[in-house]
Nanobody, 127 residues
Framework: QVQLVESGGGLVQPGGSLRLSCAASGITLDYYAVGWFRQAPGKEREGVSCISSSDGYLYYADSVKGRFTISRDNAKNTVYLEMNSLKPEDTAVYYC????????????????????WGQGTQVTVSS
């Protein structure tokens, strides 16, 4: 059974940092691009960042560019999202997901293109 498990969320003050992890089992992440999405209450799920299977292409949404960093550790079969300078508007449930679509299509961050999803981890940014 393919399983993706997000962890690392929690409560943090504005300006703080968190590192989210996406650990996979039943699948080798080396062969997939991995995306991070988030969904805030009352809002649609939106793409945040994506890393290609070759680690040669990185995508960031404009809202997080310069603050978030995506990376992968293939030896641990894990993808990370380092989040810095967090803002209250970053509050959401964060999900990771995999896709095999070509790199040129990754930036669209279409939910339908990602086949395997984790259960999400809550990130709350508040004073």
């Amino acid at each position: 059974q393919v399983q993706l498990v997000e962890s690392g969320g929690g409560l943090v003050q504005p300006g703080g940092s968190l590192r989210l992890s996406c650990a996979a089992s039943g699948i080798t992440l080396d062969y997939y691009a991995v995306g991070w999405f988030r969904q805030a209450p009352g809002k649609e799920r939106e793409g945040v960042s994506c890393i290609s299977s070759s680690d040669g292409y990185l995508y960031y949404a404009d809202s997080v560019k310069g603050r978030f960093t995506i990376s992968r550790d293939n030896a641990k079969n894990t993808v990370y999202l380092e989040m810095n300078s967090l803002k209250p508007e970053d509050t959401a449930v964060y999900y990771c997901a995999t896709t095999v679509i070509p790199r040129a299509h990754i930036a669209a961050m279409r939910r339908a293109d990602f086949g395997n999803w984790g259960q999400g981890t809550q990130v709350t940014v508040s004073s």
